[in-house]
């Protein structure tokens, strides 16, 4: 057979397996002119728009160097790409729909995570919806420019927990007063800096209180203390506004919750606006006690490598709730659900009974596990100035 006509019946034959498969291999083609090149080794259909390929690189051909590609692949399918690798073959999933620029909370169907403790629905990827448990994270940060979907995310961490975990004790501190106001009676909102300080105090001597019972119990974290049927509620620490944090003694604490926190079941979720800026001038000791990260869109690479350890948050198209998702070796585009507090506050108030649960566990948990609520939330002195 001559080339020319292999040529083209190579190229009927590759259409003939569908648009995605044309586009990948003809990026493929593109990208590497000279034999011998990646190959499509299966095409796997996951759904309507939803694609998985398996894909050999030849020797030489290195992963990181295919991995670059991808948005050229999302540009070619026109959707959204996720290459991973798995030992010798690469996967490739490819969603031929576009990422839309919005997607509800109510897309969170949580009991289908009914094995995770702490499950947040971090955004929808060329994956699908990616959840993941929070518990096995020490802690989470997110970062990006002002008005791009970090206090939208924190919304819906900090609901995914009271709707869906309504066992764990939630702190929220929220230096802008307001953000956070409609969850004080479902959590500890925090909303004066000179709380903040006796707050964090509390949690660590939560944390060494903890700490002794673990031991005492031969438990090396919280997860096996509670699979022996100890009881041990998860404390979510959610802190907007990283920034605003400037007291010494409440960033030492802070510190050492970080360092200490993760086997004890309490979690930090911090978001920030500039990680670059002055104030984190120690923020690269303590990065890598966060293990999820997930950055908006960034001015420039300084702060998206501030967040990720790489520039991709910089090069985002400007869509709000567009966001770059790290942990560990796992780096995914995603788009975060959206989530209007005045629903969440309508939703929270529906549930029958739920308050009066909640309330109830709470006051349980301050007898046995965390001290009194009010102590908990005020200085001495301060109690009149209680909310809830
Ligand atoms: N996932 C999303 N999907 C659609 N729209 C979103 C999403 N996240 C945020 N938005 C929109 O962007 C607006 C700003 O989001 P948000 O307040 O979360 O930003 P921010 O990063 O916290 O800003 P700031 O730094 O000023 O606090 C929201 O009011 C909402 O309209
Ligand atoms: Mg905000």
């Not at 398996?54 to 790409?81: H, M």
């Not at 206090?151 to 764990?168: D, G, K, Q, T």
Request: charged share 30%; aromatic share 10%.
């Amino acid at each position: 057979m001559d080339a020319p006509l292999a040529e083209r019946i190579r190229f009927l034959w590759i259409r003939k397996k569908g648009p995605a498969y044309a586009a990948v291999s003809d990026v493929i083609d593109d990208q590497y002119p000279k034999l011998p090149r990646p190959l499509i080794i299966k095409q796997i259909k996951l759904g309507e728009n939803a694609f998985k390929f398996l894909i050999n690189l030849p020797p030489g051909k290195g992963f990181d160097e295919f991995k670059k590609k991808e948005r050229l692949f999302a540009d070619a399918t026109g959707g959204s790409v996720h290459i991973e690798k798995h030992g010798t073959t690469v996967t490739m999933e490819v969603l031929t729909e576009e990422l839309k620029n919005s997607y509800a909370f109510s897309l969170f169907d949580y009991l289908k995570y009914g094995d995770m403790y702490l499950p947040i629905p971090l955004g929808v990827s060329a994956k699908g919806l990616i959840v993941r448990d929070l518990a096995e994270y020490p802690h989470f940060f997110t970062g990006g420019e002002t008005n791009f979907g970090k206090s939208n995310f924190l919304h819906v961490v900090a609901n995914s927990i009271l709707l869906y975990r309504p066992e764990a004790f939630l702190v929220i501190v929220d230096p802008k007063s307001t953000e956070f106001a409609y969850l004080a009676d479902h959590a500890l909102v925090i909303d004066e800096m000179e709380n903040v300080r006796e707050t964090f105090k509390k949690l660590n001597e939560e944390m060494d209180r903890r700490k002794k019972i673990l031991k005492a119990a031969n438990c090396v974290k919280v997860q096996k203390y509670i699979e022996k049927g100890g009881e041990m509620p998860f404390i979510v620490l959610i802190i907007d506004e990283l920034a605003e944090l400037q007291d010494k003694e409440a960033i030492e604490y802070l510190w050492r919750l970080l360092r200490m926190g993760r086997f004890i079941g309490i979690h930090i979720i911090a978001a920030t606006q500039r990680p670059s800026s002055k104030v984190f001038e120690n923020f690269g000791d303590i990065k890598a006690m966060f293990l999820g990260r997930l950055a908006f869109v960034c001015a420039d690479d300084i702060n998206s490598r501030m967040i990720l350890d790489n520039d991709l948050a910089a090069h985002l198209d400007a869509i709000k709730g567009r966001a770059i998702y790290k942990c560990g070796l796992e780096t995914l585009e995603v788009q975060t659900l959206f989530l209007d507090p005045e629903d969440a506050a309508k939703k929270l108030k529906k549930m029958p009974g739920k308050e009066l649960t909640k309330i109830a566990i709470l006051s349980k948990q301050s007898q046995k596990v965390l001290p009194p609520r009010q102590s908990f939330a005020l200085p001495p002195g301060r109690l009149q100035s209680v909310k809830h």
